[in-house]
């Protein structure tokens, strides 16, 4: 079966322009994660929903950075007034049920370079 | 932040070899994961090793974990050049979102 896809698999905008990252998840996987990551770094957490809602938004940098899922299934990250330092790779991942002792399944991430 | 550190940061061997890469972590966990990543982008789970375990096999892997020490060792006997890739542990401490550590960049030479 298909696993989790992003789109776009590159995305390059200015600073300080809005960009949304789209993750499809594994069909049937409740639980969802989006972290980045910087080069020569491991992934670092943003948030994860359980179904439609965000159960832990905790690794939000800060209030640019939103992410929804408002069917349960396919997830928007949005990041509003880009900065330099937002470049990075987002990855998506999934889960059947909650994550907590499951193997994550990664999408292969959208790279985000902020010019 | 990241919860863990590798070590090695790199590590170089020849196929055939042995591959020992290790992982500290900070607090108590539920479970630690292993997960390898071609080229930076995505990462395929290879081990999961829970809290009240000590040792998992898995084909050519093998995984200690010591919690008293916060430390576990990803083993990969006879290396092949198609292994060279970077590894990291990840652990659920206490929720249900993974905390990676830094990462070991695995390179083997034919």
């Known amino acids: 079966g298909a696993g989790v896809s992003q789109t776009p698999s590159n995305k390059v905008t200015e600073k300080g322009k809005y960009v949304e990252l789209r993750c499809d998840p594994i069909?049937?996987?409740?639980?969802l994660y989006w972290y980045r990551q910087s080069l020569g770094q491991g992934p670092e957490f943003l948030i994860y929903?359980?179904?439609?809602?965000?159960?832990?938004d905790s690794g939000l940098p800060n209030d640019r950075f939103f992410a929804v899922r408002p069917e349960g299934s396919v997830s928007t990250l949005k990041i509003q007034r880009t900065e330099r330092g937002d470049s990075a790779v987002y990855l998506c991942a999934s889960s059947y049920e909650r994550a907590r002792g499951n193997e994550q399944f990664f999408g292969p991430g959208t790279r985000l370079t902020v010019l | 932040s990241q919860q863990g550190e590798e070590d090695p940061q790199a590590l170089s061997i020849q196929e055939g070899e042995n591959a020992t890469m290790n992982c500290s972590y900070k607090?108590?966990?539920?479970?630690l994961q292993w997960y390898r990543q071609n080229s930076g982008r995505g990462l395929v789970h290879l081990i999961l090793?829970?809290?009240?375990?000590r040792e998992k096999h898995s084909g050519r892997l093998r995984v200690t974990l010591d919690t008293s020490k916060k430390s576990s060792s990803l083993l990969i006997t006879a290396s092949r050049a198609a292994d060279t890739a970077s590894y990291f542990c990840a652990t659920d401490p206490d929720t249900d979102k993974l905390i990676f550590g830094t990462g070991t960049r695995l390179q083997v030479f034919p």
């Open positions: 090793i829970r809290s009240n375990e």
């Open positions: 929903f359980q179904g439609t809602g965000a159960a832990d």
């Open positions: 607090t108590s966990i539920n479970n």
């Open positions: 069909s049937g996987h409740t639980a």
